[in-house]
């Protein structure tokens, strides 16, 4: 999601990564490891993350974030604004942003997943027509291996990763939201859509049409299977919000069947533990869902490390009515060392400073199957 794009319409219109190397030179970029279908045995409890980082604009938040000493970093899309069909231009800008990263990335484990503007047009889905070489440059850039499954697959980028022991095990989810979704339904009349940005919502509406499709079917199948490997916490780590209530903006409200779906999947194979971080918005809150689900389901959204939003859209399932417009990245913290696990969320400013925090029990997050 771009200012752009706000601008506009308010005018009227897969598993554990290790030893990460140093960045080498813009054209030689450094990059982490595909996540291996293999687990790490140190217990995973310091993961960060944020989305929407500007090549182009100064980046201090990466000093505070380089304090917490994480044990992974995970990038939730929009990690360069590319914006184009001239895939030198997508190239050049991965280069230009590949200096930020340099200490972060040579101090600690990475994973990402793209949005649309490193997917490669704003708000893009299928259509857009340089997708499979945008793919390359992405997978180029995170330095993922030649024979990875991710490099063979036809459908996307999405990925995943194991971290800890059975009894601590971490299960980090990155669907791709781009690759295979369909057109987005929009408000029909210039009128209505101002209507819409003076209450804060964007332009899109939820599609009835439960042919319409953001994953695509091989991707649904592969996240079942996810959703049927055993771990203590599964972290989806979503490009776009799936808690919030519909914003008009990009979000899984935008296909309710699916996202409907993903909740079904949670219940139909009594998944415990699951856990939702996303990016996109460019400002910062912590969603909770408690109905309709079987457990209080949390989505901790942080955007961006550059970007800013002021106009932040309603959202009734925001917790405790925070949101946070300015830079900021996320935290995630397991607490193993007490009989129940605690989790907590954190949302920093720019300059390390905390925004807001809220913890929860892990057994908390579990359904009466």
């Known amino acids: 999601m771009s200012k752009i794009t706000r601008r506009e319409f308010h005018l009227g219109t897969g598993l554990a990564l290790t030893g990460l190397a140093a960045l080498g030179a813009a054209k030689a970029v450094a990059a982490v490891p595909s996540p291996a279908m293999t687990s790490t045995e140190k217990p995973l409890s310091r993961i960060l993350f944020g989305s929407c980082c500007h090549q182009d604009k100064p980046q201090p938040i990466w000093q505070p974030i380089?304090?917490?000493?994480?044990?992974?970093?995970?990038f939730l899309g929009d990690n360069i604004y590319g914006d184009t069909r001239d895939m030198a231009t997508l190239k050049a800008k991965y280069d230009q942003q590949a200096h930020n990263f340099a200490a972060l990335r040579g101090s600690s484990e990475v994973i990402a997943i793209w949005d649309d503007h490193d997917f490669g047009e704003n708000d893009a889905g299928k259509d857009y027509p340089e997708k499979a070489r945008s793919k390359d440059l992405f997978l180029d850039f995170w330095q993922e291996p030649a024979d990875s499954s991710r490099r063979r697959a036809d459908d996307g980028i999405y990925t995943s990763a194991l971290y800890g022991p059975a009894d601590q095990r971490v299960h980090v989810i990155l669907p791709d939201l781009r690759y295979n979704r369909d057109p987005l339904r929009?408000?029909?009349?210039?009128?209505?859509?101002?209507?819409?940005?003076?209450a804060g919502l964007g332009p899109y509406l939820p599609i009835a049409d439960k042919n319409q499709t953001m994953?695509?079917?091989a991707q649904w199948q592969w996240l079942e299977q996810q959703m049927q490997i055993p771990?203590?916490?599964?972290?989806?780590?979503?490009?776009?919000?799936?808690?919030?209530?519909?914003?008009?903006?990009?979000?899984?409200?935008?296909?309710?069947?699916?996202?409907?779906?993903?909740?079904?999947?949670?219940?139909?194979?009594?998944?415990?533990?699951?856990?939702f971080i996303s990016g996109d918005t460019h400002w910062a809150e912590l969603s909770c869902q408690t109905e309709g689900v079987p457990y209080p389901l949390w989505d901790m959204t942080s955007s961006g490390l550059t970007e800013t939003w002021a106009n932040v859209s309603p959202n009734a399932y925001r917790w405790n009515d925070l949101s946070?417009?300015?830079?900021?990245?996320?935290?995630?913290?397991v607490d193993w060392e007490v009989p129940d696990p605690l989790v907590i969320f954190e949302v920093r400013g720019q300059d390390g400073q905390r925004i807001f925090q809220h913890s929860v029990l892990l057994s908390s997050l579990k359904g009466n199957w």
């Open 66 to 74: 380089l304090e917490r000493e994480p044990e992974l970093f995970i």
């Open 186 to 198: 929009t408000v029909e009349s210039r009128a209505r859509a101002r209507e819409r940005d003076i």
């Open 215 to 217: 994953l695509g079917e």
């Open 231 to 275: 771990s203590r916490i599964k972290i989806i780590g979503s490009s776009l919000q799936y808690i919030a209530t519909q914003p008009g903006w990009e979000a899984w409200s935008n296909f309710p069947h699916e996202r409907q779906r993903l909740i079904d999947l949670i219940r139909k194979y009594q998944v415990e533990g699951v856990i």
């Open 324 to 333: 946070y417009a300015g830079e900021n990245f996320g935290a995630l913290y």
